[in-house]
């Protein structure tokens, strides 16, 4: 199957910083990308879906101006966790897809704010 | 009517046994029905996909049968193995949802005993 590569797969950083989340997709254009949040022992939970050069659409109670994601080509998005505070300490996993294709997902990024 | 309901939230199987994991909808309008394995600290995995035209699929030692008229569908791991260990979410799509999202199960954290 097609490879989606997120990176890091793990950062800590400290209170009030921002950080920086990758999503590559390698092999195929990911004309649409999501991002999911995941807490412990749940399920995903879609943060927000994005068509490569236009505005992420985010879902209800996701604060767009604390989550920015960018889409700006065909294999790359980030997402960008703004002034963290440990309750942004959570697991986070993107998918991309191609028009036509399913949904691959990323190996995910444990986020930890100390 | 947007929510799968899955069940049991966790199993335990011995080697060698049968793993089964159940999954219930509302909307009518869902026509693609995937399941996705997930390890710990991974991104999920999609593992085997049905739409409703078939009442079965199988791939391997992994089987989804499927229930129109009763709005079920269910994942079976025949054989089960210990490295069959993992979370399964199943997953629920309309075709006609040009965003492509997923409505998500709970998930069932699986452990097969050696």
């Given amino acids: 199957g097609a490879v989606v590569s997120q990176h890091p797969s793990r950062v800590i950083c400290k209170s009030g910083t921002s950080v920086k989340i990758e999503c590559r997709s390698l092999d195929f254009q990911a004309t649409t990308m999501f991002w999911y949040r995941q807490f412990p022992k749940k399920s995903l939970m879609l943060m927000a879906t994005s068509n490569?050069?236009?505005k992420a659409t985010y879902?209800?109670?996701?604060?767009?101006?604390?989550?920015?994601?960018n889409h700006a080509s065909l294999t790359l998005s980030t997402l960008t966790v703004t002034s963290a505070h440990p309750e942004d300490s959570s697991f986070y996993i993107c998918s991309a897809r191609d028009v036509g294709t399913e949904a691959f997902f990323g190996q995910g990024t444990r986020l930890t704010v100390v | 009517q947007q929510q799968v309901k899955q069940?049991?939230?966790?199993?335990i199987v011995q080697k060698g046994g049968i793993s089964i994991i159940n999954c219930a909808y509302e909307n009518t309008?869902?026509?693609?029905?995937p399941w996705y394995q997930q390890f710990p600290g991974k991104g999920p995995a999609l593992l085997i996909a049905i739409r409703p035209d078939v009442s079965e699929k199988k791939e391997g030692r992994f089987t989804i049968s499927f229930n129109k008229s009763a709005k079920q569908f269910s994942l079976h791991i025949m054989d089960s193995q210990p490295g069959d260990s993992a979370t399964y979410f199943c997953?629920?799509?309309?075709?006609?949802?040009?965003n492509y999202q997923l409505i998500w199960g709970a998930g069932t954290k699986l452990?097969?005993?050696p």
């Fill in chain 1, 52 to 54: 490569e050069g236009s």
């Fill in chain 1, 59 to 69: 879902e209800q109670g996701v604060e767009k101006d604390k989550f920015l994601i």
């Fill in chain 2, 7 to 11: 069940s049991p939230q966790s199993l």
């Fill in chain 2, 29 to 33: 309008a869902f026509d693609y029905f």
């Fill in chain 2, 91 to 98: 997953a629920a799509k309309a075709d006609e949802d040009s």
């Fill in chain 2, 111 to 113: 452990i097969i005993k």
